[in-house]
């Protein structure tokens, strides 16, 4: 069975927006979804230190480092961006004005709450960002990450363990297995990878999974 890694999940979000979409990309692997979006469409990526109209990451000899996203990572700007200031960035972010967010997380429940901002261990650092601005002001938040943590646990859980970004935000995960909607009717699993099962992924989540397979 051959999982999806980051690149490949990437490309899988940038499938779902639509054209004319107002987007912000989280920190982290979120980011690499502007690589895929294809260039016929216009979608506007919105960074939250002041950017509207991000391109794909430049190539290295094309880095300036003055052009940097919230991760500090440098991206391009494609013609008509602009830059603004970072509470007119929050503005945007809280007034409802991005159609869709890609954020990681530590935790979605079958509900849609998300948890992506603090284990709630000791040693752990927090770091929220404006991941909670973005979880109660965008119109669909959807989720990238890995189905399961490096010890096994699910990330998709009945529910969250950990101290909440959101309630009730989250719509679609994107994993490295499967694509689930959330939401008040619970976790259905829209898309699959090749060899995987509805059995296999309820023994892997132990949550109550329903088969709602979406057409390509």
């Not at 991206?75 to 004005?97: E, K, N």
């Not at 000791?122 to 669909?140: E, F, N, S, W, Y």
């Not at 689930?180 to 132990?206: H, N, Q, Y």
């Amino acid at each position: 069975m051959h999982r999806l890694d980051r690149k490949a999940m990437a490309a899988r979000v940038a499938r779902d927006i639509p054209e004319g979409a107002y987007v912000n990309l989280g920190i982290g692997a979120p980011t690499m979804v502007a690589n895929y979006l294809p260039q016929e469409k216009d979608i506007f990526l919105q960074s939250e230190n002041g950017l509207l109209g991000m391109g794909p990451a430049p190539a290295e000899e094309d880095i300036d480092w003055e052009l940097i996203n919230a991760g500090k990572q440098p991206v391009t700007i494609l013609a008509g961006g602009s830059y603004f200031h970072h509470g007119d960035s929050f503005t945007m972010m809280r007034g409802g004005h991005i159609d869709i967010c890609v954020l990681g997380a530590f935790q979605v429940s079958v509900k849609g709450d998300l948890a992506n901002w603090h284990t709630g261990a000791p040693d752990a650092i927090p770091a929220v960002g404006g991941a909670m601005d973005l979880a109660i002001g965008t119109k669909q938040v959807f989720v990238m990450m890995d189905l399961l943590t490096k010890t096994g646990e699910s990330k998709l859980v009945r529910d969250c363990t950990y101290p909440l970004t959101g309630l009730a935000c989250v719509s679609r995960v994107y994993t490295d297995v499967a694509v689930f909607t959330v939401g008040k009717g619970g976790a259905k699993v829209v898309e699959m990878i090749e060899g995987m099962t509805i059995e296999t992924l309820r023994e892997m989540t132990k949550v109550d999974l329903e088969l709602a397979l979406e057409s390509a």
